[in-house]
C-alpha cells in the first residue's frame, strides 16, 4: 500500500490549502485515515482522523479549522485547511488504518509527506 499525499505549499497566514492524500496498492479494508503533522524540532502529531464509518476527531489546534474527509471509492483523504496560522507550518503526513487481507491484522501505512509553510 502507498500513500501519496500532495496540496502543500506556501501559503500566507488567514488564507486555505486543500491536502489530498490516495492510497493505491492492494488493501483489504480500511478502517481510519488521517492526517499528522511534524514542525521542525517538535515531535509528530495528530491533526485529524476519520473513521471508515466517518466518525472525525481532531486537535483542539486546529478545531473549527481544519475539516477531514474522505472518498471511500477513491480511498481518498482530505483536509481542508482555513485561517491558516504560521504556527501550522509543519510536514504534513497522511497515514491509513487498515488491512491487507481479510485474515490480515491491522496496520498503519503512511505517506511521504507535503510540507506546509504560513507565513506571517
Not at 500566507?12 to 479494508?29: M, N, P, T, V
Not at 480500511?30 to 499528522?36: M, P, Q, V
Not at 509543519?90 to 496496520?107: D, I, Q
Amino acid at each position: 500500500v502507498q500513500l501519496q499525499a500532495s496540496g502543500g505549499g506556501l501559503v500566507q497566514a488567514g488564507r486555505s490549502l486543500r491536502l489530498s492524500c490516495a492510497a493505491s496498492g492492494s488493501i483489504f479494508y480500511i478502517n481510519t485515515l488521517g492526517w499528522y503533522r511534524q514542525a521542525p524540532g517538535k515531535q509528530r502529531e495528530l491533526v485529524a482522523t476519520i473513521t471508515s464509518g466517518g466518525n472525525t476527531n481532531c486537535a483542539d489546534s486546529v478545531e473549527g479549522r481544519f475539516t477531514i474527509s474522505r472518498d471511500n471509492a477513491k480511498n481518498a483523504v482530505y483536509l481542508q485547511m482555513n485561517s491558516l496560522k504560521p504556527e501550522d507550518t509543519a510536514v504534513y503526513y497522511c497515514a491509513l488504518r487498515g488491512k491487507l487481507t481479510l485474515s490480515s491484522f491491522l496496520r498503519d501505512y503512511w505517506g511521504q509527506g507535503t510540507l506546509v509553510t504560513v507565513s506571517s
